[in-house]
């Protein structure tokens, strides 16, 4: 008889543990019946800005795991219900979300919630480059089913910590405006974040310092670190495009390989959203030419790390990333 209790208990403990872990449902329903001001992002970095500006204030969700590519995602029938009870969403931009967009035009209607992150940086891009801002231009060739004549920016802006500052201000601003009451608290937090963002860019100064201008050559999976490459002197290659719904095809392969040669770069960057068969044909392609390439490392490019992992914060992402490959083209590793 006790035996029997013990087991029942046990089985209960275990649907308890296994329901504890993770129930979209029940997190929906946690989200829409929070107090806070409910946020839905799409990134997992745009979460973690969130986070560190609207503090307990505010209860985010992201559409995007760790490690989900937001170039190839689609929402989920979930992903409209939680769009549908934002009190505001906050997404990337500048086509970055190629596929949700779709779902985010759904709930256009109540555009007054909607922010566009990157929208801020095409503004001061076209207004005569203020605060510095440069964005690199698109043709999205590489993109099917989109207009090619229309001029394009790359959006993978948080590779420049001065456009994650920007963003930043924007973003606590339009939540200042949505939610006055909680302005003063979210310039407050604001101002923490700066300080810490600041501090990152000196770090990654002295890192990228420690490599010899002539060294400073980036050869990655796909094309997400032109900021990098531009904000500290890098020339960057890469085996994809900017966005990565297209697989790498022979024709690619061979002419990176041809690069690497030219330039004598010996390492290159994976990133987890890139196939292992295409970086071993780099490399195999590479011997066959008589030249040696090896891995550096994994990049973070376009999602955080999980959260107990590392690069789970932007800070953590853009100091591991520089660590990486400063570390793998100087041989420290
Ligand atoms: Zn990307």
């Not at 931009?93 to 909607?114: F, M, N, P, W, Y």
């Not at 292992?276 to 490392?297: F, L, M, P, V, Y």
Request: net charge negative; aromatic share 8%.
């Amino acid at each position: 008889m006790k035996k029997r209790l013990l087991l029942i208990f046990v089985t209960i403990l275990s649907i308890g543990l296994l329901a504890g872990c993770s129930n979209p449902k029940k997190d929906y329903k946690n989200f829409v019946n929070s107090e806070e001001i409910k946020v839905v992002t799409t990134i997992s970095l745009l979460a973690d800005m969130l986070k560190n500006i609207g503090g307990n204030k505010v209860v985010v969700h992201q559409l995007m795991k760790p490690g989900v590519d937001p170039h190839s995602y689609i929402p989920t029938k979930l992903d409209i219900d939680y769009l549908l009870s934002a009190d505001v969403i906050i997404f990337s931009g500048i086509h970055l979300e190629a596929q949700t967009s779709e779902a985010l035009r759904k709930v256009a209607d109540r555009e007054s919630i909607v922010i566009e992150a990157a929208e801020i940086l095409v503004q001061k891009h076209q207004n005569n480059n203020e605060d510095g801002v440069m964005l690199i231009s698109w043709t999205g060739e590489e993109h099917e089913g989109h207009d090619h004549g229309n001029l394009m920016y790359d959006p993978h802006f948080w590779f420049d910590v001065n456009y994650w500052i920007i963003v930043t201000r924007y973003v606590t601003d339009e939540l200042s405006r949505l939610f006055p009451e909680h302005k003063n608290y979210f310039e407050l937090r604001y101002q923490s974040y700066l300080t810490r963002l600041n501090a990152l860019n000196t770090y990654l100064d002295t890192r990228v310092n420690e490599v010899p201008i002539e060294k400073r050559i980036l050869f990655t999976a796909h094309d997400a670190f032109g900021y990098f490459g531009q904000r500290h002197g890098f020339k960057v290659n890469a085996v994809l495009g900017i966005s990565t719904e297209d697989e790498a095809s022979t024709k690619d392969i061979e002419n990176l390989v041809n690069l690497a040669i030219e330039d004598n770069v010996e390492v290159i960057f994976i990133e987890s959203s890139v196939p292992q068969k295409t970086i071993d044909a780099i490399i195999e392609s590479a011997r066959i030419k008589g030249h040696t390439i090896r891995i550096g490392g994994e990049l973070f490019s376009d999602s955080l790390g999980n959260p107990d992992g590392k690069g789970s914060t932007y800070i953590d992402m853009l100091k591991d990333n520089m660590d990486t490959i400063v570390d793998a083209i100087l041989n420290k590793k």
